[in-house]
T-cell receptor
Framework: DAMVIQNPRYQVTQFGKPVTLSCSQT?????MYWYQQKSSQAPKLLFH???????NEADTPDNFQSRRPNTSFCFLDIRSPGLGDAAMYLC??????????????FGPGTRLTVL | KNEVEQSPQNLTAQEGEFITINCSYS?????LHWLQQHPGGGIVSLFM???GKKKHGRLIATINIQEKHSSLHITASHPRDSAVYIC?????????FGTGTRLKVLA
């Protein structure tokens, strides 16, 4: 089945220790998104890739970076995690044409704990 | 004021009850989505609507573009329907999310 896969499902890191979260997709979608979701809140868009073009949200901290080496994979790097970065991180994909987004398909999420 | 408002924020129902969750939006949209999220889980897309009504199993979603309003109905609710239901609208390539409705269905 075509899907969005996130690894690991649970990640524990120490304060200030860099961490990388992974997302892969078999849907061949051209847009990939990273969201941060804290408890009882709506997901917050961090950034997205439209094909190879990186689009950062204005309020995304510099501590968060992303890489998309190919269509299938996208990584979220947190350079120096703080306690406030503990959250669920969701990856999503969509197929977009002519600047209009299609339906987003979400991965199961990675829950990040910062000690 | 949020661009996407949902009501109610919390809802408790008895098994078998008919449930309605409402969503109002104040911006131009290309589509409206109903999403489901179980505790600690990822997000599942239930419906994508641009007009009219869609049905899938016990779930029905409607949208009124003129009134900028959508409803999600659950017939014959079951404890496994307990989850957060999120309304989101699409503008260009982004989703704008509502605040979610936390549903608990008691056996």
């Amino acid at each position: 089945d075509a899907m969005v896969i996130q690894n690991p499902r649970y990640q524990v890191t120490q304060f200030g220790k860099p961490v990388t979260l992974s997302c892969s997709q078999t849907l061949n979608h051209n847009v990939m998104y990273w969201y941060q979701q804290k408890s009882s809140q709506a997901p917050k868009l961090l950034f997205h890739y439209y094909d190879k073009d990186f689009n950062n949200e204005a309020d995304t901290p510099d501590n968060f970076q992303s890489r998309r080496p190919n269509t299938s994979f996208c990584f979220l790097d947190i350079r120096s995690p703080g306690l406030g970065d503990a959250a669920m991180y969701l990856c999503a994909t969509s197929r977009s044409t002519s600047g209009r987004a299609g339906e987003q398909f979400f991965g199961p999420g990675t829950r990040l704990t910062v000690l | 004021k949020n661009e996407v408002e949902q009501s109610p924020q919390n809802l408790t129902a008895q098994e078998g009850e008919f449930i309605t969750i409402n969503c109002s939006y104040s911006v131009g949209i290309s589509a409206l989505h109903w999403l489901q999220q179980h505790p600690g889980g990822g997000i599942v897309s239930l419906f994508m609507l641009s007009s009219g009504k869609k049905k899938h199993g016990r779930l029905i979603a409607t949208i009124n573009i003129q009134e900028k309003h959508s409803s999600l109905h659950i017939t014959a609710s079951h404890p496994r329907d307990s989850a957060v239901y999120i309304c989101a609208v699409t503008r260009t390539y982004k989703y704008i999310f509502g605040t979610g409705t936390r549903l608990k269905v008691l056996a």
